[in-house]
């Protein structure tokens, strides 16, 4: 943040029109939504980039999220593991 102020300071040294009330004020904010805009852009898209690109990212990734997201085993033998005991019977 300091730094962006800073670089603001030196062009609206150069360019007084460039300040945010300003001639300018349209440009200034058209670039900076830009750039924000580019590095969302990229951030999303790292993540399947490397996803794709890496076995080694992905194979930390699928061992991160499988025990949260995708249990082990067969789904009906963990809930009857779970039932056991639990079930009245008649």
């Keep these: 943040m ?3 102020q800073a ?5 609206m040294a150069i360019i007084p029109e460039y300040a945010k009330n300003g001639g300018y004020v349209n440009i200034n904010q058209t670039f900076w939504s830009i750039g924000y805009m580019t590095e969302t852009i990229n ?3 790292n993540i399947f980039m490397y996803y794709t690109m890496s076995t080694r990212y992905r ?3 699928q061992e991160m999220f499988r025990g949260r997201c995708f249990p082990r085993g067969n789904a009906d033998t963990q809930r009857n ?3 056991d005991g639990n079930i009245a019977r008649k």
């Design 43 to 45: 951030a999303s898209i």
């Design 59 to 61: 194979t930390t990734v």
């Design 7 to 11: 670089e603001d300071a030196e062009v």
């Design 2 to 4: 300091a730094a962006e």
């Design 81 to 83: 593991d779970a039932d």
